[in-house]
């Protein structure tokens, strides 16, 4: 640690900016909006990927590959999840990494890839969307188990369903971590324990699903518009990376003596998630099939009646209870996750256009209604609709950001680093955020069968094509001058002497709170060192720091702060 031991400058503003409770406790706030510091990265690797991992628990995956099954039968519903889950495994390998590697969430790191500080904003709604979409779906399919097991109308349950989450997302990795940790083997052998029972009474079934068409005018044969189409579902779920990296910001620190923990638990919770995901997906679309005799088509699809069913060959007198337990298990772990990033998104959005900032937690309840009103208004229904629309849109904001880590920064036509601090960015950078809009509305308009059915079928490809072609050609054509506006000159070195982040604290001449030194810059018109959440909120300054022109509040001097080691 570190302490500022004197400072000789006043500001040039009058400072004293204060936050409400919500918004300085650092156990509800987890530093939505900021760099996550060393002290809070207290977790080990394992805590970490096993809390990240327990937000993948949703059920929604069932629904997606039966309804992919059903809507295009076996073979093509089989080579779309794969499909799928390549492009998300290899498009989060580096968002995973960067991630990791530099403490921040998706929006900070979205900053810094190629979009700009107000660039990222449509991003941030973007991720939101994310959230409550699929919170609605989670909460739809928690809400069909309590009518069946409870009897409980589904309008009423979509409110249950609602409300249970509040109180384990209000305190953040606190009381997610332990949740998640400890619910985890439950979960997974209640998961798999239908298929092994299956497999063991009526092992003949899985070579019957080869052949299930469900209501495929090609049958259970290979359709390309159907792989299309059911690929384009299934990559709505790429903006999952987004929840994973939520969590893995708190990974501590990459050391020669943590090396391969560190990196097992990037790549298995970060672009790993998929690997299980995709297992889901393909569980999903054989449940279809092993029930639509029973149930019909029309709920083949429903989690809970693919469990129910599942759990009566092994134990039929307490199979509705037990299939009831474990969607609510299912729903309540992933629904956590999905209402906490949302928040975290939500935070960064208004933050940004309305210069306040009233704590991560109010946000929950923006999302968490939105997901109500989503679920009251029947969104399950139109389950392949709203997810193929949405790919386009996430995929290329998820293919922009990969382009620039993948591409620009190897070439040297980005920065090597990631930077996320408002003083020191551009507000748009044409590379990543020029790229997304193309891109989102070229696929977009061959969704709408601007390019024909195969367009329509392939859309969300198109958008990926496009962002990583469009985002190192617009870098070399801006020669990436859009990337940082202003060097960082605050003196403190941003590396400690082994090579990882600073710890030393400096003192935010504006809020007098200490921050380590990567969340801090150098801030004339405040005339000391400011954080980047009040450099964020400050709307008197204009971006004077990086104006150039004469509009500012005119040279400043600087007095750099003394530090000291504490210890």
């Given at each position: 640690m570190t302490e500022i031991i004197d400072r000789e400058a006043p500001p040039a503003t009058t400072g004293g900016r204060t936050y409400n409770n919500w918004a300085q406790n650092d156990r509800l706030e987890d530093y939505s909006l900021r760099y996550a510091p060393k002290s809070f990265r207290r977790w080990s690797p394992y805590v970490v990927a096993t809390t990240a991992l327990g937000g993948i628990a949703y059920l929604a995956d069932f629904a997606i590959g039966g309804s992919i099954a059903i809507s295009h039968g076996f073979s093509s519903a089989l080579v779309a999840i794969l499909a799928a889950a390549v492009v998300i495994f290899l498009t989060g390998i580096p968002i995973s990494y960067y991630s990791a590697k530099y403490s921040i969430d998706m929006d900070l790191l979205t900053r810094g890839a190629g979009f700009g500080y107000l660039g990222s904003t449509l991003t941030s709604v973007i991720y939101a969307s994310f959230t409550f979409i699929f919170f609605a779906l989670e909460g739809s399919i928690m809400a069909?188990?309590?009518?069946?097991?409870?009897?409980?109308?589904?309008?009423?349950?979509?409110?249950?369903?609602?409300?249970?989450?509040?109180?384990?997302?209000?305190?953040?990795?606190?009381?997610?971590?332990?949740?998640?940790?400890?619910?985890?083997?439950?979960?997974?052998?209640?998961?798999?324990?239908?298929?092994?029972?299956?497999?063991?009474?009526?092992?003949?079934?899985?070579?019957?699903?080869?052949?299930?068409?469900?209501?495929?005018?090609?049958?259970?044969?290979?359709?390309?518009?159907?792989?299309?189409?059911?690929?384009?579902?299934?990559?709505?779920?790429?903006?999952?990376?987004?929840?994973?990296?939520?969590?893995?910001?708190?990974?501590?620190?990459?050391?020669?003596?943590?090396?391969?923990?560190?990196?097992?638990?990037?790549?298995?919770?970060?672009?790993?998630?998929?690997?299980?995901?995709?297992?889901?997906?393909?569980?999903?679309?054989?449940?279809?099939?092993?029930?639509?005799?029973?149930?019909?088509?029309?709920?083949?699809?429903?989690?809970?009646?693919?469990?129910?069913?599942?759990?009566?060959?092994?134990?039929?007198?307490?199979?509705?209870?037990?299939?009831?337990?474990?969607?609510?298990?299912?729903?309540?772990?992933?629904?956590?996750?999905?209402?906490?990033?949302?928040?975290?998104?939500?935070?960064?959005?208004?933050?940004?256009?309305?210069?306040?900032?009233?704590?991560?937690?109010?946000?929950?309840?923006?999302?968490?209604?939105?997901?109500?009103?989503?679920?009251?208004?029947?969104?399950?229904?139109?389950?392949?609709?709203?997810?193929?629309?949405?790919?386009?849109?996430?995929?290329?904001?998820?293919?922009?950001?990969?382009?620039?880590?993948?591409?620009?920064?190897?070439?040297?036509?980005?920065?090597?680093?990631?930077?996320?601090?408002?003083?020191?960015?551009?507000?748009?950078?044409?590379?990543?955020?020029?790229?997304?809009?193309?891109?989102?509305?070229?696929?977009?308009?061959?969704?709408?069968?601007?390019?024909?059915?195969?367009?329509?079928?392939?859309?969300?490809?198109?958008?990926?094509?496009?962002?990583?072609?469009?985002?190192?050609?617009?870098?070399?054509?801006?020669?990436?001058r859009y990337y940082i506006a202003r060097v960082d000159d605050l003196g403190e070195p941003l590396l400690a002497a082994d090579g990882l982040p600073s710890a030393a604290l400096l003192t935010c001449t504006v809020c007098t709170t200490d921050f380590e030194r990567p969340d801090v810059a150098n801030c004339p018109f405040h005339a000391g060192a400011i954080c980047s959440l009040c450099c964020s909120l400050e709307k008197d300054c204009h971006d004077s720091c990086k104006n150039g022109d004469g509009s500012g509040p005119g040279p400043v001097t600087l007095a750099m702060p003394t530090v000291r080691s504490a210890d």
């Open positions: 069909q188990a309590l009518e069946l097991g409870l009897h409980i109308p589904l309008a009423v349950g979509y409110l249950v369903c609602s409300l249970i989450i509040l109180p384990l997302v209000i305190y953040g990795m606190t009381a997610l971590s332990k949740m998640q940790v400890w619910t985890q083997p439950v979960w997974l052998v209640l998961m798999v324990a239908p298929f092994v029972s299956i497999a063991v009474q009526e092992p003949e079934k899985f070579s019957q699903f080869t052949h299930f068409a469900g209501n495929s005018p090609t049958g259970s044969s290979i359709s390309m518009l159907g792989i299309g189409a059911g690929a384009g579902v299934a990559l709505s779920l790429i903006a999952q990376i987004g929840e994973q990296v939520d969590y893995l910001r708190f990974m501590p620190d990459k050391t020669p003596q943590n090396s391969r923990q560190w990196w097992g638990a990037v790549l298995s919770a970060g672009p790993g998630w998929v690997v299980l995901g995709a297992a889901k997906q393909i569980g999903g679309a054989f449940l279809a099939f092993y029930i639509a005799g029973s149930v019909g088509l029309a709920k083949a699809n429903e989690p809970i009646q693919q469990y129910v069913h599942g759990f009566r060959t092994f134990a039929a007198p307490v199979a509705l209870g037990l299939a009831t337990f474990f969607v609510i298990l299912s729903q309540v772990k992933i629904n956590s996750t999905n209402a906490y990033s949302g928040s975290l998104s939500w935070s960064n959005f208004f933050s940004r256009l309305t210069h306040r900032h009233p704590g991560r937690v109010v946000y929950i309840f923006l999302n968490v209604g939105i997901a109500l009103a989503l679920m009251e208004g029947g969104v399950f229904g139109f389950l392949n609709t709203v997810l193929g629309f949405y790919s386009n849109v996430a995929i290329a904001w998820i293919g922009a950001v990969v382009a620039d880590l993948v591409i620009n920064k190897p070439l040297g036509l980005s920065p090597s680093y990631i930077e996320f601090k408002r003083a020191h960015l551009h507000h748009f950078n044409p590379v990543g955020f020029g790229s997304m809009l193309i891109a989102s509305a070229v696929s977009i308009a061959a969704y709408f069968e601007a390019f024909g059915d195969y367009g329509k079928a392939y859309s969300p490809f198109i958008a990926l094509f496009l962002a990583m072609v469009l985002s190192p050609l617009f870098a070399v054509l801006t020669k990436g």
